[in-house]
């Protein structure tokens, strides 16, 4: 079986925890990993080059595509064939001629293990030589923003995406949680929204009260969404979604997953002075670090977080240093007698 195939046959198996199906980081990494992905576009008279596009390619034939020298991997090979040696073969390029980190390289190998585990225990492939995988040491950082950085942010950018990070502050949800909410989720008379498991990462049904902060966002989406009826009356019975976009050529649509966190995020980042790794995601991390550090319980904070495990809302809780000293200095009253 080649290297190719164990990765159509491992993408169109369901997951087995949650029986739904693979995520679309894992779509990207093992095709890239199975076929030449497409890098630049060389443009036959400036001899530029440019980030690759279709539409930049389709709309100029003549520019020529630069295809990315690190892809394709095992493209080809016989899957039992891989061996340890070829796995620090492949580390050293990501690490050396992609640049990426560790936390980028373990991505891969992650994938590319599940991929050949897969294909030993489900497809029953004997290889020659089980690869070893060994993760690299992450960077850690401490992924939380302070409530006047998050201000910040919410000033620099646009109304829609403003009002996407306030909901996601107030809610800790996660970014497809967020860009896709339903107004059928939304049940005004009881003031909750009940996420459906299909739209979970941990497959179950996910609970959330409307707190002000959260019933102040979806009143101004109303007001948004009852002037878009008024202006394009042929979105009547279309505008599903709390979060859509009102420009031309994307309206009443919501946005693309990437489309959330791109130029104009990074912009707007950028301008209020943050870090460039923060993400929509830290906001998840600053949701759960503002419940620590105004006093929420750990098995409080998973419900209203909708965490699983308590080793997992550990990961995203995070204590500023005049928390950490407040809680160290709890017991000097013990000694004060």
Known sequence: ??????????LRTPTKKYGNEKSQIAHRTLTWMSSKT????????SKKLMQYSKRLHDANPRRKIVWDETSAMFAGRDIKSINSLDVTKRETSLRYDKGLSAAGINNYLRYLRALCIFSKDRRSVKF????????????????????????????????????MVRFALAKGLRNSNVRLLK?????????????????????????????????DVLQNRMQVRDKLLRDHPCLEGKLEYVFV????????KPFYRTSVTNKTWKTAVRLAGLPSWVRFHSLRHTFASWHVIAGTTQKELMEVGGWKTA???????????????????????????
């Open 1 to 10: 079986m080649t290297f190719e195939e164990a990765v159509q046959l491992y």
């Open 38 to 45: 497409p890098r630049a576009l060389r443009d036959p008279d």
């Open 128 to 163: 020659e030589d089980f690869p070893t995988f060994e993760l690299g040491t992450e960077e850690s950082r401490v992924e939380w923003l302070e409530p006047q950085d998050a201000l910040k942010l919410i000033r620099w950018l646009d109304p829609l995406r403003a009002d």
């Open 183 to 215: 107004w059928s989720h939304w049940s005004p008379a009881s003031e909750d929204i009940i996420t459906p498991k299909t739209d979970t990462k941990n497959g179950e049904a996910h609970h959330l009260i409307v707190t002000k902060s959260a019933r």
């Open 245 to 252: 976009q009102d420009s031309t050529k994307s309206l009443g």
């Open 311 to 337: 080793s997992a809302v550990g990961r995203y809780t995070h204590q500023n240093e005049e928390h950490k000293k407040k809680v160290a200095s709890r017991l000097d009253r013990v000694f004060e007698v």
